[in-house]
């Protein structure tokens, strides 16, 4: 019988191996971790607004058929000519692939970022950033080193905001927490363009940088990180910011195990595809997420989990037809729109081009969370998570 290996469990792994299922096509899923982490909400898990794990989906819970294999490892790469998949673990041959392993954080060359800073990449990343910031708090009341309260986070995207307005909820109670006066932190978000948010209108950017803005944070567009030595980053016109705490947003590329095998790739290192999702380099590997250099209409998608969710089911059905000699389906990506959190209680965006914002932003945001969840394992796991994922 023809092997399916998937690698990676994030949405559009995960969607992928559900609809495998659906099509009754056995198939093994290899992932770093035993569950399927939500990427979307990493800056929550940062921010410290829920425990960890509560980002968190067990892969054993969503894959229910005897036939759909889980491998816990972590791929090292990938030997086209041969057919194998080696991981940390040992070899794993496979008939067809799915490469759904994600992304890396893109420092575009800018001295000394990758050393010298943190970024959300995973859980893992997510939860060293949450400690940190805390033992900074902690290592203030020792020696009364400012340096210990100031935050650097470099970009306003999605993750950068997303994590800013997490941070502007959770000082405060550190604060109370550490007995430290709220006007000692200095929370700063560094970014290169002349506005937050490109993603969405105007209107919106404006909305979001007064709540921030309110709620403490600096935002300095229009400002460039040249350099980043331990705790110290450089700004263009040699100005200087010392920081205890410095968090990296500002950029994503794709896993580069896609470039190490030698795909056709982007400037982002994402594997080009066509229309089918299969690649162009090997017609027996489907590739999704923000792994995929997928375009339409002459354009590249974004990266988004959005498109990765939709991805999935693709890459399913049509590795299925191809193996059994059948027409596939042609990807077409439907933006339904983006949602920017500001902390737990509000939110900014635009729902199919209709913007929203404030507490019915914020609302939207938890209804999204809902949505994927209902995706994913159906009634079963939105009703089991929504309680420990969910802002209510
Ligand atoms: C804080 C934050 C907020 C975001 N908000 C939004 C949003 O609101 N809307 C939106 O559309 N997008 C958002 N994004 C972007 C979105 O999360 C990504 O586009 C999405 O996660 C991509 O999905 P994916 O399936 O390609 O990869 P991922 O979700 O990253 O999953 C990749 C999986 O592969 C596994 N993996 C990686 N390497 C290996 C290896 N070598 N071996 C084994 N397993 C491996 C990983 O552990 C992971 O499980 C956000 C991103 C961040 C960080």
Excluded at 156 to 173: F, H, N, Q, S, Y
Excluded at 321 to 348: C, D, K, R, W, Y
Aim: charged share 20%; net charge negative.
């Amino acid at each position: 019988m023809a092997k399916i290996l998937v690698l990676g469990a994030g949405y559009a792994g995960m969607m992928a191996a559900t609809s495998l299922e659906r099509n009754n096509e056995p198939f093994t899923l290899i992932n770093k971790h035993p569950y399927h982490y939500l990427t979307t909400l990493l800056h929550e898990a940062a921010g410290g607004r829920k425990e960890p794990m509560q980002y968190t989906v067990k892969i054993a819970d969503v894959l229910r058929k005897p036939t759909s294999e889980f491998v816990q490892d972590e791929v090292v790469s990938i030997d086209r000519e041969k057919k194998v998949v080696h991981c940390k673990g040992g070899d794993q041959a496979y008939d067809y692939l799915i490469i759904t392993m994600g992304w890396i954080s893109e420092y575009f060359g800018i001295p000394g970022m990758k050393e010298n800073s943190m970024s959300i990449q995973n859980l893992d990343t997510a939860v060293e950033i949450r400690n940190h910031i805390e033992r900074e708090f902690q290592t203030y009341l020792e020696d009364n080193d400012d340096r210990h309260l100031r935050i650097v986070v470099g970009g306003a995207g999605l993750t950068g905001i997303e994590l800013v307005g997490e941070l502007c909820d959770w000082i405060p109670k550190l604060c109370i927490q550490y007995n430290i006066p709220k006007s000692k932190v200095d929370l700063q978000n560094i970014e290169a363009m002349p506005s937050i948010l490109p993603m969405v209108s105007e209107s919106l950017r404006e909305v979001a940088a007064r709540a921030l803005t309110e709620k403490g944070a600096r935002l300095r567009t229009n400002t460039k990180l040249m350099k980043v030595d331990p705790g110290v980053v450089h700004l263009d016109g040699d100005e200087t910011v010392e920081a205890g705490t410095i968090i990296w947003t500002g950029g994503v590329r794709a896993n580069p195990i896609l470039t190490e095998a030698g795909f056709t790739v982007d400037r982002r290192g994402r594997a080009k595809v066509n229309e089918f999702l299969q690649s162009v380099d090997d017609s027996n590997i489907f590739i999704g997420g923000d792994c995929a250099w997928a375009e339409e209409d002459g354009r590249p998608l974004p990266p988004t989990a959005q498109f990765a969710t939709q991805m999935g089911p693709v890459l399913a059905n049509n590795v299925t037809s191809f193996m059994h000699g059948q027409p596939m389906q042609p990807f077409q990506g439907h933006n339904l729109g983006t949602l920017a959190s500001l902390g737990s209680e509000i939110g900014v965006g635009q729902m199919m081009s209709i913007p929203v914002k404030g507490v019915i932003g914020g609302l939207a945001k938890e209804v999204s969370k809902i949505k994927y969840l209902w995706q994913l394992g159906g009634v079963r796991l939105a009703v089991d998570k929504t309680n420990e994922v969910v802002h209510l």
